[in-house]
């Protein structure tokens, strides 16, 4: 058994080793012989069923660069040389640094102060609209249809509402004066609650016209008698209402100089439970600006109307504004127009929304509402479209107003005056300087505006004539007839 066991065995290592032996390249089953008898393989022999492989040598396994070691990255990192290269990036980094820190410092010291924004209080910051006349205002002819109007009245960015007078008041009888009841006509005391709460989430103050006599024939204010009670403006501020106009200033300082300064403290003093500034409006009918300049100065109202711009010369009127705002604080001067002619409500609104000081529009058409309900209905339609044109101006000069700080407080420069046209300048720090030029000639004029620093030609922020002048158009300094426009200059 063992013995058969061997035999296969010694079979398989034969089968195995013969495998492994050369094969002749073309001869069959016999070698070649030697001279000595033995077998020698062909030169050309292979090995059946081998593959073959080349094997690397130990010199070109050496010559493959697999990086530094750690040992060997922290000898050379000591090295001098490295050293040194590390000391000298660090130095020019710190030279680096401390160069751009004091180069801030030189821009911050060599920059021009900012200059300090004046105290200015709620009725500074945006146009005010008086409404004499509530009856012609609104659909219901009262104080309902007055607060109807106020989102629209807000969505023109007006700062405040000027209303009345409302109070009841008979004609020329003082006796009978009723400061502290609202006329039925125009509605009752919560109505004008509700119109109060309304104005006042939409951000819109309130002021109250208290003019005794409104509807007499012989003055605003009828006599002393009417004015030795003080409670009426007790009683409405405590209401809530954001400041009070009174009418004749200058007269009921003079007559009762005492009760005038209570009237002043009473109005102007805030309180913990009306935090914000009451304002108090003086109405001076004069027209003469010295006059105007001494009712200011002597009365010491926070604003004053007067008639300073309704003078036919134009020249006059760019010499008044002028004065005034020489002698005043912008802060305390107001202006308005009564020229409620279609064809000039932009220009109007332009003028007064580029002076220094408060704009007050009297009615709805200065502002391009609807103010008389009561004309034709063939009247309506051929301005409603106009209407719809004014205010649209009307929104984006008052927009332009509240974000631009030349024209909020910027001073105040005269650069042309004629009869016919006017020019000025509205500059403040390095805000964006704004020119304001006024042509009412029939025909072309130039204007000589020479050492105002201005260049040649500007872009035109606000046209009252958009179709010859649009807006962001390049012109020169000449303004053609009926255009009314306003230039920053760089």
């Not at 509240?402 to 720090?429: C, I, M, P, Q, T």
């Amino acid at each position: 058994m063992s013995h058969g066991f061997e035999t296969d065995a010694e079979t398989d290592v034969s089968e195995a080793e013969r495998e492994r032996e050369p094969m002749t390249g073309a001869g069959g089953a016999d070698a070649d012989e030697g001279a000595d008898g033995l077998m020698e393989p062909p030169a050309a022999a292979e090995k059946n069923g081998t593959v073959k492989l080349k094997v690397l040598e130990e010199d070109e396994e050496q010559t493959k660069f697999t990086g530094l070691n750690k040992e060997e990255l922290l000898r050379v990192a000591g090295s001098p040389g490295w050293v040194r290269t590390r000391w000298a990036l660090l130095l020019v980094f710190w030279i680096g640094w401390l160069g751009m820190l004091v180069g801030a410092v030189l821009i911050i010291l060599r920059a021009p102060v900012c200059r300090e924004l004046p105290p200015t209080d709620w009725w500074n910051e945006g146009p005010l609209l008086q409404i004499r006349n509530l009856q012609a205002f609104s659909e219901t002819k009262d104080l309902k249809g007055l607060e109807q109007k106020v989102s629209t009245l807000s969505g023109l960015k007006l700062k405040g509402l000027v209303i009345g007078p409302i109070h009841a008041a008979p004609a020329d009888d003082p006796m009978n004066l009723e400061f502290e009841e609202i006329s039925p006509e125009f509605g009752n005391l919560e109505q004008f609650k509700r119109l109060l709460q309304t104005a006042h989430r939409k951000g819109v103050f309130v002021v109250l016209d208290l003019t005794p006599n409104y509807r007499g024939s012989s003055g605003p204010w009828f006599s002393s008698a009417s004015v030795t009670n003080v409670s009426a403006l007790v009683f409405w501020l405590s209401e809530g209402v954001d400041g009070i106009q009174l009418p004749g200033v200058e007269d009921l300082a003079r007559m009762v100089p005492s009760l005038w300064t209570d009237i002043r403290a009473i109005i102007q003093n805030g309180t913990d439970k009306y935090p914000n500034k009451r304002v108090l409006i003086g109405v001076t009918e004069t027209s003469s600006a010295e006059t105007v300049s001494d009712v200011l100065s002597s009365t010491g109202v926070d604003l004053l109307l007067s008639g300073v711009l309704s003078a036919s010369d134009q020249t006059e009127r760019a010499h008044s504004v002028q004065l005034l705002y020489s002698n005043h604080s912008q802060t305390k001067l107001a202006w308005s127009l009564e020229d409620l002619s279609r064809d000039l409500v932009k220009v109007n609104q332009l003028l007064l929304m580029t002076l220094p000081g408060t704009p007050v529009f009297i009615g709805g058409d200065g502002i391009g509402l609807k103010d008389d309900v009561r004309q034709t209905k063939l009247r309506q339609t051929l301005f409603k479209e106009m209407s719809k044109c004014h205010r649209s101006f009307f929104q984006s000069i008052s927009e332009l107003r509240g974000k631009e700080r030349s024209l909020l407080f910027g001073d105040f420069s005269l650069l042309f005056n004629s009869s016919s046209s006017l020019a000025y300048l509205r500059v403040w720090d390095q805000s964006t300087r704004f020119l304001a030029a006024f042509n009412w000639a029939a025909e072309e004029v130039e204007l000589q505006l020479s050492g105002a620093g201005l260049p040649h030609h500007a872009a035109v922020v606000r046209s009252t004539n958009t179709s010859a002048l649009p807006e962001e158009s390049s012109v020169d300094l000449c303004v053609t007839s009926g255009e009314h426009f306003l230039l920053p200059s760089a």
